[in-house]
């Protein structure tokens, strides 16, 4: 039982190590890419407290180099979708009646463990598995997931403190309940922090989870399930399976216990889910929560006071870090024709001393994209923007899928501010610029918050504050991340908490309460400490 009130340990963004030549981290990483490199991995679904192997195995291969194998992943099926729902109904109970300063504990320790000991491994696993350079990996699967799970313990702490007024002879309270059933997490490949978060930030508020990560990602969700179970999260509170999405969501949408969906993918996927949702609405003992962050078509604006060469930087670093495959990149750049020369110039530079390759060698800025599929697809976009005579390639353009699915960093100039990749979601390091003429900057502003139907990151480029009010408004429902003088990207919990709304997303800012409060179901408790004994008021008296 509860014997005071504590305080956890006051929350702090995860130092980024440098990996600079002769550093202990880089000696570490090198260390590890090397054994993980020369080892097979066999690897189960966890359900209650099973390893689950299921003998259909399905290979998983680094991006950058797809004759190799890492390993192979065992696929279940609909059935095993049914026993980890039942595992983490099963494990309900107990977890709901934890006190929650030992459900801190465990993802406390679970952080330290990501911080220390496993940082190399979930490292190394990322750079693999995904293609993330040491710099891109260290950020997300050793810093981001620290902190998600370090500040979530902090706002847990915080929302339990948020409680009522109470009158005279009264003692008013909230409790916030985790809500009834199971919660169902959709992960991605693109971040190990967002696959780490998903299950854990409905799990740390009590509630228990089936945790479906994508195919992609199944390497470094391994080495995140060996910490949560080294940190102490008891069997069923979160079930990782490997099921085919509409076989797992055949079986999820249509029980009555389903309580939520934490998301983050594709905007179209995530719209069949809510329509699914909707569908079965009678079948659910109550309103299930939907958390999805999804599709961008990123933004960057700049005034024609801006500064060049940073607006240049941002362009290169906002669209090309992990090979454009983030929510967040830098897609489309609306540049003034003052500027365009010699922006150009900085960034055909730039472009051309992008090393990419390996990111075992630590020299290569960038790597591979994930999939044949995503490179299939990026490609095409490429190939056609080659043939329209609106388009002028800048920079890049070319590709190559024989050792790994390598897509040149790409700079397309637009002369129709309405073409194909100005307006639609390519996910791959290609960026289109559209330049205006510099007096018309306000006319600017409309196409951007006209041209996309999404709303998640954005920039502003600007030395004049007048024009930096001015893009501030008018954009204001154009982004939920909003940058000034910065690239769109890089988001950091505790400090810029991550989300956008129209198709970008529910807008529940992932790193923040705001979150946390999604996977809760408060309940009001009224105490009164004399209570009436007489069933008329004073006004019913005589004169």
Known sequence: MLKGFFNVPEAKNEPILS????????????????????????????????????????????PYDHQHVLGYYHEGDASHVEQAINAALGAKAAWND?????????????????????????????????AKTIFQAEIDSACEIVDFL???????????????????QVWNRVEHRPLEGFIFALTPFNFTAIAGNLPTAPALMGNTVVWKPAETQIYSAQVLMEVFREAGVPDGVINLV????????????????????????STATFQTLWKTIGENITKYKSYPRIVGETGGKDFIIAHKSADAKALATAIIRGAFEFQGQKCSAASRVYIPSNLWEEVEGYLKEDVANIKMGSPED???????????????KITKYIDDAKESPLVEVIAGGNHDKSKGYFVEPTILKVEDNQYTTMCEEIFGPVVSIFVYNEDLFEEALYLVDSTSPY????????QDRYAIELASQKLQQSAGNFYINDKPTGAVVGQQPFGGARGSGTNDKAGSQLNLLRWVSQRTIKETFVSPTDFRYPFMEEE
Do not use: C
């Not at 320790?109 to 190399?120: E, H, V």
């Not at 370090?150 to 005279?168: C, G």
């Open 19 to 62: 990996y600079k030549p002769g550093s202990p981290e880089k000696k570490a990483v090198k260390e590890m890419l090397a054994k993980l490199r020369a080892t097979e991995i066999d690897a189960p679904m966890y359900i209650g407290g099973e390893e689950v192997r299921t003998g259909n195995k399905k290979p998983m291969t680094p």
């Open 98 to 130: 934890l006190s929650w300063e030992h459900r801190a504990s465990i993802f406390l320790k679970a952080a330290d463990l990501i911080a220390g000991p496993y940082r190399a491994k979930m490292n190394a696993a990322t750079m693999l598995g995904q």
């Open 150 to 168: 370090r500040f979530n313990v902090q706002y847990m702490t915080e929302i339990y403190q948020q409680q009522p007024n109470s009158s005279d």
């Open 242 to 265: 490997y099921v085919d999405g509409p076989a797992a969501g055949e079986v999820i949408f249509n029980h009555p216990e389903f309580a939520g969906l934490h998301f983050t993918g």
């Open 362 to 376: 630590f020299r290569n800025f960038m790597s591979a994209v994930i999939d044949e599929k995503a490179f299939n």
């Open 455 to 462: 709303a998640l990151t954005g920039a502003i480029f600007s």
